[in-house]
């Protein structure tokens, strides 16, 4: 009996790292957030510490452990961006359709996006480092409930592009994940989401221990 009662305090103790937020982010390792530039367009920038989103460069930001998960309940999920520098300009973060990769993206064989399915953020004029929050529940959800399959953000100005004056271009820095201090976060909220890697606790797996 003793010994029962040791296995059963065991595998319930992960439950105690589960909670109503978690924070996750793309990661120096598994970091997928970049940029494209038409003027460039065999060019890859992978490894460089920012990625620019405007009408001729394109950012893209996926967050790879957001597939752990898959099936919860999301009630609010909030994009963190450390801006360097930003003109007073929109930007929209489009639904990407296909798979891509930090290491190899450029111009030339970037997937397509939805001209759809986006939120967008209104960046004010920032000559300094400033870090913004937008609100992306809708989206992350789609995603978690695999109604999409997780392919990330392209971020970029408007599809039907506006007329904008030279001495104004609407260009928007962001910091990636090369730069840990300023990289991109996800901050999710909702009922019983675990720590990133840690795994729910089934009751069947514990019924398992003692079934011949």
Known sequence: MR?????????LAPIGVFGNEVTIQP?????????????YP?????????????????????????DEYIGYE??????RVWVSTASDWTRYFY????????????WNNQPSHSSTEYVYYHFPEVGFDEDFYIDVTWMVQKWVDEDWENFGWCIRDFVKL?????????????????MPAFEPSLILEGPDLPEVGVQPTSLGKIKSLFTP
């Open 3 to 11: 010994r029962v009662i040791v296995i059963v305090i065991v595998l």
């Open 27 to 39: 990661g120096p390792g598994i970091g997928q957030d970049t940029y494209v530039s038409q003027t």
């Open 42 to 66: 065999d060019e890859n920038y992978g490894n460089l510490g920012w990625m620019s989103a405007g009408i001729t460069v394109f950012a893209f930001l996926r967050f790879v452990q957001l």
């Open 74 to 79: 999301i009630t609010s999920a909030t994009l």
């Open 95 to 106: 639904r990407v359709l296909g798979s891509w990769d930090e290491d190899t993206l450029t």
């Open 162 to 178: 506006v007329p904008f004056t030279p001495s104004k271009f609407p260009l928007v820095a962001f910091y990636t994940s090369n």
